[in-house]
């Protein structure tokens, strides 16, 4: 067997959504972690994190540099070769040193591999050095580790790959991307360690042919208000088709729909197309209040037959309803374990998907470079956040992933452009008091992250604290971590973690949705099929700037959904969702208000009390659902919220009502 140190690279994985799933009642019957640590710590893997950001390389170690000699057109899910090749550094690769071929580890690209040529990954590994004798080891998924024998690989001498040279080549990536890497790592000492070369090649991986599109408009307008219907063009796994050229054009207009064509300030033309390549818009004006679904074709110039029709996320029209801001506050690039550049990642939420807000969280130290210590690769997200910004119409928001293995992952979120990773492996900030007490003051907010398991585990016993920590996010692509009886549970749940168990048991706080989507697709990682769930947060802000967005998110004006643009409005008596109320304010009966329009028909709608009480109210097959009863009993303590399902599947929960 190779000798070297492969944790760093295999463990990461185990962050991917699409882990196995574990058995919820054999982990509750595992041995607690030893104390201090919480039941649910994974001691292990922490140690292993930190042994790695600790570790000191040899100077020869990431020494060299590689190249791709050759690549074929790389397809998402299509056939794939490449030949990479390294040539060693001034200091060379000792006999028994390593050099490394780790492929893109977080999704699907075939692992090479050197003994079967009739199965896919089948790689051929040459060397031009005379005396030196390679021995090639498959160490993981998508790792390849060649040992150098018979004497010293010399400087500038070469290691060969030759990826997917066998019969069925390569699989590539599931997911289109611009720079999907290479990584070349060398352990030039042989003492176990290894170190990536930063500028390992890349290949830019291609989406599918287009098979649909989506047109997301604003949820709330004000009468006679301009707005746009944004279209984007995608493949059957959501990726972005940015050279698609197509044209759009509004089908059945309503009553009352003024278009502006291409903003000439003519509108007169609700029928005539525009054209667009990847992602385009179509600009309007509704003067009558209501509640509007318009409908569009979108129609490919290349392809006659290709033609989609799509509609719209239901669009209030109204001179006092609440501005709803669509928002993913969690996601990752390539430059962690997610995919793509953070630019397309910031151009994707704001084109195709549409959103009014996005924050890029890549973890603080999960990556093959991790944040923590590659502060140019944290410059080089707030450079794309700022060069995607569209003040007043879109925030790009800066942040990172807290990710501890001892006491749960957390989402850290800056309202300002500043690039500070507060590690958790960083002994200032390592525990959840520690990490508040950094942001308490700051213009930030921590959200706790699949907080009933999923990869671990929330520690519900580190209280959580309003102005750092109003919100929890309950629905991700993991899975939903709301309480046991929740359409699409998150994985590997550990019981009496849900967030309905810590509501119960007195905690208090808002509930937001995001993706956690890792196939850069912020804000539609639901749709492709490859997510149980997606999520966005529906924030309810008086306008879409920092100050306003995170006023709202303190004061839990906010509420979740599964991915769909669900529209929800919960008010008891005239106190809305996030409020605290006095117990003397809702004595009695006093009345319950629930309105809901859906993106398909509404099933059900479960208004949920403190005490295990739940009131389930089947859906009529309608799109909309409008609500108006009483509720009595509220007494000190007691919170209320409301859970929607789709007939689709879609879910959405409201923030609770809180009765002190």
């Known amino acids: 067997m ?60 990431g020494g060299g540099k590689a190249w791709l000699e050759h690549a074929t057109r790389a397809t998402c899910h299509g056939r794939f070769s490449a030949t990479i090749v390294y040539a060693a550094g001034e ?98 000492d042989g003492d176990g360690v290894r170190k990536v070369l930063a500028d390992s090649p890349t290949v830019a991986v291609e989406p599918e042919a287009p098979a649909g599109a989506v047109a997301h408009a604003p949820s709330v307008l004000r009468p006679g208000e301009p707005a746009r219907v944004r279209i984007g063009v995608l493949d059957r796994f959501g990726n972005a088709c940015r050279a698609a050229r197509a044209t759009v054009r509004f089908v059945e207009p309503p009553e009352g729909l003024e278009v502006d064509l291409a903003g000439s300030g003519d509108t007169s033309g609700a029928h005539q197309p525009i054209e667009f390549a990847g992602s385009g818009e179509l600009t309007f004006r509704l003067r009558a209040e209501g509640t509007y679904r318009l409908k569009v ?72 470079l ?79 992250h699949h907080p009933a398991g999923g990869p671990i585990a929330l520690d519900w016993s580190t209280a959580l604290d309003t102005e750092v920590e109003p919100l929890v996010e309950i629905c991700s692509a993991h899975g939903v971590s709301e ?22 048991r007195g905690a208090r706080f808002g509930v937001l949705a995001s993706g956690d989507s890792h196939d850069g ?48 409005r919960v008010a008891i008596a005239n106190h809305r969702m996030g409020e605290i109320v006095a117990a003397s304010e809702v004595a009695g009966e006093v009345p319950l208000y629930v309105n809901a329009l859906g993106t398909a028909p509404i099933a059900t709608i479960e208004v949920v009390r403190k005490g295990d009480r739940t009131s389930r109210i089947e859906g009529t097959g309608q799109s909309e659902f409008a609500l108006g009863g009483t509720l009595s009993g509220l007494v000190s303590g007691d919170w209320v919220y409301v859970r929607v399902t789709q007939t689709d599947g879609g879910l959405a929960w409201s923030s609770p009502i809180f009765v002190r």
């Open 297 to 368: 074709n979108v129609t490919l110039a290349e392809t006659s037959d290709a033609s989609f029709d799509v509609e719209t996320n239901p669009i209030v029209v109204g001179e006092h309803a609440p501005r709803i801001y669509w928002a993913d506050l969690h996601g990752h690039s390539g430059l962690s374990d997610g995919t793509g550049t953070p630019e397309h990642y910031y151009e994707y939420a704001r084109d195709f998907a549409a959103l009014d807000v996005v924050a890029l969280t890549d973890h603080d130290h999960w990556g093959l």
């Open 91 to 188: 200091l060379g690769v000792a006999e028994g040193g390593v050099v490394a071929l780790q492929v893109s580890p977080f999704w699907g690209w075939s692992t090479p591999q050197t003994e079967n040529p009739s199965l896919a990954g089948f790689t051929r590994v040459a060397t031009d050095a005379e005396g030196v004798a390679l021995h090639a080891e498959t160490l993981g998924a998508q790792l390849l580790g060649v040992r150098i024998t018979g004497r010293a690989l010399a400087a500038g001498e070469h290691v060969r790959f030759e990826y997917g040279a066998g019969e069925r080549a390569a699989t590539a990536d599931n997911f289109a991307e611009l720079d999907s890497r290479f990584w070349i790592a060398v352990d030039g």
């Open 521 to 568: 697709h912020p804000g539609l990682c639901h749709l492709g099929g490859h997510y149980p769930t997606g999520g966005v947060a529906a924030v309810l802000a008086e306008s879409n700037t920092r100050e306003s967005l995170l006023a709202a998110l303190r004061a839990r004006r906010v509420y979740a959904t599964s991915g769909p643009r669900i529209v929800l």
């Open 370 to 448: 991790p944040l923590s210590q590659h502060p140019e690769l944290v410059r080089e997200i707030v450079d794309a956040a700022r060069a995607a910004e569209r003040p007043g119409a879109f925030t790009a928001l800066v942040g990172f992933e807290w990710t501890s293995w001892l006491w749960g992952h957390r989402n850290v979120v800056w309202f300002d452009e500043r690039d500070t990773i507060l590690s958790s492996l960083d002994e200032r900030f390592d525990a959840p008091d520690e990490l508040r007490a950094a942001l308490r003051g700051q213009p930030a907010i921590s959200i706790p």
């Open 483 to 504: 309480a046991l009886d929740s359409p699409a549970p998150i994985y590997a749940a550990v019981r009496e973690g849900f967030a309905r168990d810590a509501l119960e």
């Open 2 to 61: 190779l000798r070297t140190s492969v944790l760093p690279l295999l463990v990461l994985a185990a962050c991917s959504p699409s882990e196995p799933e574990r058995n919820a009642d054999a982990e509750s019957a595992a041995a607690p972690a030893p104390s201090p640590w919480p039941a649910t710590a994974r001691v292990d893997t922490h140690d292993e994190m930190v042994a790695s950001a600790k570790r000191e390389f040899h100077p020869a170690d």
